[in-house]
């Protein structure tokens, strides 16, 4: 490319909030992007287009993007050909939408997570137009294939396995947001798998509100179990990993398929959200803390040395100081090896919101407080049990802090560092754990 093309090329920024699945949905924004021949620069200032991508399932989230777009404001008056366009979870909301429209009227283009596929032709009618222009569908059309993506990361990749959810948790506005769940065709995701790893990828991490009720929507006879053996079979792929699985829908198929298949990781994200069966009740979980318990027991008998990580939500409407003690207990109990912990936040439009007893903020941070220290205490004991144990790491580049130190992943899931030369990035090393601490590890390389 020469450099006056360069030149003239435009550029855009992505900020992108929240989970996995938006991470995802930016790389495919990306991809479509680099088709219109746009480049990525990573400072607003230089930009043509700028693109927040949205998450809306706490309210800090929101106020974030507010606040950002508020900043948005001074750079669009010095730069008024630049586009500013606003995508996401956030969207699906009207009211949120409206408050767009009236607080901040120099964003030029709304769009929301079902027409995400449509971007480019927004983004050319946008230009065209005087006004804000908003196209936000409030159902999920079919899965559209074959969207280019450009990945932040080669060596290990997000593969979407399904979309949206049907669970209802009264907590959470995910179900509103990304609308009912739809499977992506087994043959797809293979495809796009194989693609993947002809271009250098080594891990997946398999994407899904609820990756374990994947299949129910299809006409062919195929579970999640059965999507991870398939999976298992292409050549040159090390490590399996998805996310995110509901207890209420694990099968002892898919313990099986983790326990049977090599390349699946040693690792299940289980959020449990709360310990106390009345509280699981009223965020309609479905489960029972002993059906939880009993789950967490068989996964670390069929796959010995499982990490188990969870999500937590304290201070939901209603919550006792007995309730949350049930929590602590659980958490005593499980010991798990990473924790995504949430103080409770009020989505308007779900029936948690409405509830009364809504719990105090102080009560909440309290909580909070003590709940983090009972998980991380548990955290840094399962992590001890790894002192003088070798573990396969893959190298994923250099620590942040030193660039002699490379830093990767166990399979289960946890931050190793060790000294070693670059020419390891890439590759999955044998290394002997040292100093096991409560957030990471530190070790020695054993052979490669
Ligand atoms: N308040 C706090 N945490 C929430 N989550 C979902 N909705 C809420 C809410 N309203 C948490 C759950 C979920 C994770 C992705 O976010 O723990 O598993
Ligand atoms: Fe939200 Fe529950 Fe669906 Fe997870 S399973 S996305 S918490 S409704």
Redesign the pocket.
């Known amino acids: 490319m020469n450099t006056e093309n360069t030149l003239k090329q435009k550029r855009y920024f992505i900020a992108t909030y929240g989970c996995q699945m938006n991470e995802h949905d930016s790389e495919k924004l990306a991809g479509m992007l680099s088709n219109m021949n746009y480049l990525e620069c990573d400072n607003k200032e230089e930009a043509d287009l700028i693109i927040f991508n949205t998450c809306c399932v706490r309210e800090n989230a929101e106020l974030k993007v507010y606040g950002n777009l508020g900043q948005l404001k001074a750079l669009k008056k010095k730069k008024p050909d630049m586009i500013i366009a606003v995508c996401g979870c956030m969207m699906q909301q009207a009211h949120v939408v409206e408050y767009i429209k009236k607080k901040h009227p120099f964003v030029d283009l709304i769009f929301g997570t079902h027409n995400l596929h449509n971007f480019p032709v927004l983004l050319s009618n946008c230009k065209q137009s005087e006004s804000m222009l908003v196209e936000v569908w409030d159902e999920e059309g079919e899965i559209i294939e074959g969207l280019p993506s450009v990945r932040k990361y080669g060596l290990k990749a997000f593969v979407t396995i399904m979309y949206g ?1 049907n ?3 009264t907590y ?1 506005i ?2 509103y947001t990304r609308g009912r769940e739809r499977s992506r065709d087994p043959e797809e995701i293979l495809k796009e798998i194989k693609e993947l790893v002809e271009n250098g990828t080594k891990e997946v991490t398999l994407l899904g ?2 990756v374990n009720s994947y299949g129910k929507s299809l006409e062919e006879d195929i579970d999640f179990g059965g999507l991870l053996r398939r999976i298992n079979e292409i050549d040159g792929l090390e490590r399996i990993r998805f996310m ?1 699985s ?1 207890p209420k829908d694990i099968s002892e198929n898919l313990i099986f398929a983790i326990r049977d298949c090599e390349k699946v990781c040693e690792h299940i994200h289980l959020p449990v959200q709360a310990g106390s069966d009345n509280i699981l009740k009223v965020m309609n979980r479905k489960y029972t803390r002993e059906q939880y318990l009993k789950l967490v027991n068989d996964a670390k008998v069929a796959v010995p040395g499982i990490s188990v990580t969870t999500d937590i939500i304290v201070g939901f409407p209603g919550e006792t100081e007995e309730d949350f003690e049930d929590t602590l207990d659980l958490v005593k109990e499980v010991k798990y090896d990473n924790s995504f912990t949430f103080i409770y936040s009020i989505r308007k439009g779900t029936p948690a919101a409405e509830m009364e007893e809504q719990v105090p903020e102080d009560v909440k941070h309290n909580r909070f407080n003590r709940l983090l220290e009972v998980l991380n205490k548990g955290v840094a004991e399962r992590n001890s049990e790894l002192k003088n144990k070798v573990v396969e790491v893959l190298v994923e580049g250099v620590s942040k802090n030193d660039e002699n130190v490379l830093t990767g992943r166990t399979r289960t899931n946890k931050v190793v560092n060790f000294d070693g030369s670059k020419d390891l990035i890439g590759k999955l090393c044998n290394i002997k754990i040292t100093k096991p601490r409560t957030f990471s590890l530190f070790g020695e390389l054993v052979d490669k």
């Open positions: 959810c669970n209802f948790c959470c995910v179900p509100q609820n995110t509901h």
